[in-house]
């Protein structure tokens, strides 16, 4: 047949999308499965944010839309950028799009050249590296380890900047990691991105509203106004929502990259779907106690999951300020082989053997750029937690 293009070659499928089919086929084979391998709240998309999308329809809003958003939900953001962050983006600064995945794409395809550096903290999600390697640059990783509390320090990005480097991503809350960086922290990566202009910042926001103990969320634009040039603030309406199949992401940055991804946008998918976009906006507007009970039950969940994973033998968990997961170490386990007889020598190995044995599903580190550790996702019920945490320590347990 035709050939590939060689792109594709240097970009993988997702970890999290291998080990979910992984699940489903063990389902299908009679299994009972917990998957803690995808990033989704359990939660429904609340009430007034279907009634919008479904009065909207009624109405014939059902036609092309701005290829940068609706004036609608422009202007829903615009407000939730002032109430929520201090931020004051004019309308021609915001643009809505397919998810926050998309946002992303457009910013990178607007502005990366053939051999441009990304610098991106690891652990790291997925698809800050596949994108950047899709529009032609090099991702370069810079370590934040466990004992840094999976933090970027201002020392080690200043040290990974070269002529070349075009974009730093941050992702606070971080996925995988839980990781959140505090205003002082940011204000001190924002020190140093002031001395490179030509670097533009990613501020992945998505998990903004999922912070725990007293924890106060920052964005960079907001702590460090000398950088509001160079930096792009994403969010989106997925995770704090539960509108993750509504497929809503949104940013505010500079005019002109702004208006560069709207063009990049209009050639790849022109608008997006105008009721998703009612009920975005009716999500943005409306009440948000919603936001602060559920991130109280992922509190609590957070709090039972890094319990019991440290009662289990040969882990170690680190407990994060924010985000639904848990990146937990399992060095200890390594080695050793489990009770079904397969020899855990990675946490790639440690990962399958617990999904293959004991019906787990989660996501082996070295899929983020860091092990040996493996993502746990908490956004599931209670129950299923423990009961997937139980059998984690029996796991553990029959390790010799």
């Avoid at 990675?346 to 004991?358: I, S």
Wanted: aromatic share 8%.
């Amino acid at each position: 047949m035709p050939a590939l293009a060689n792109r594709l070659k240097q970009v993988e499928v997702a970890a999290s999308v291998v080990m979910t089919n992984k699940a489903r086929a063990l389902r299908a084979a009679g299994h009972t499965v917990i998957s803690l391998a995808v990033g989704e709240p359990d939660f429904e998309t609340p009430p007034h944010a279907i009634e919008a999308a479904h009065s909207a329809a009624l109405a014939g809003d059902t036609h092309y839309p701005p290829q940068d958003g609706t004036p609608a939900l422009k202007q829903a953001v615009q407000r939730k950028f002032k109430r929520d962050n201090g931020l004051d983006y004019a309308l021609d600064e915001i643009m809505v799009s397919n998810g926050g995945k998309q946002i992303i794409a457009n910013a990178f395809l607007a502005t990366i050249d053939e051999g441009d550096e990304i610098i991106i903290p690891t652990p790291y999600w997925i698809s800050y590296a596949e994108q950047a390697k899709l529009c032609g640059g090099k991702p370069v990783f810079v370590a934040c380890p466990q004992n840094n509390g999976f933090k970027l320090r201002p020392e080690d990005l200043e040290a990974a900047i070269t002529p070349r480097t075009k974009w730093l991503v941050l992702n606070s809350p971080s996925n995988p990691s839980g990781a959140a960086l505090s205003a002082d922290e940011l204000r001190a990566i924002g020190a140093v991105v002031a001395r490179y202009p030509n670097m533009w910042v990613l501020s992945d926001d998505m998990y903004e509203h999922m912070v725990y103990d007293g924890f106060a969320f920052s964005t960079l634009a907001q702590v460090a106004p000398e950088t509001r040039g160079q930096v792009l603030t994403v969010n989106g309406a997925s995770k704090a929502y539960a509108m993750t199949g509504w497929r809503i992401g949104f940013c505010g940055g500079p005019k002109a990259l702004v208006k560069a991804m709207v063009n990049v946008q209009g050639q790849l998918s022109s608008g997006v779907c105008t009721v998703a976009q009612a009920a975005a906006a009716a999500a943005l507007d409306g009440p948000q106690d919603l936001v602060a009970e559920r991130a109280a039950i992922y509190r609590a969940r957070r709090d039972l999951v890094v319990e019991m994973l440290n009662q289990a033998r040969g882990i170690v968990c680190h407990k994060p300020e924010g985000a639904f997961y848990v990146y937990p170490n399992v060095a200890g386990c390594l080695g050793k082989t489990s009770a079904g007889g397969r020899l855990i020598e990675t946490d790639y190995d440690f990962v399958l053997a617990l999904l293959e044995e004991h019906h787990v599903a989660a996501v082996h580190g070295g899929a983020y750029g860091m092990s040996p550790y493996m993502r746990i996702s908490y956004a599931t019920d209670t129950d299923s937690l423990r009961e997937a945490c139980a059998r984690i320590q029996a796991f553990c347990a029959g390790l010799t």
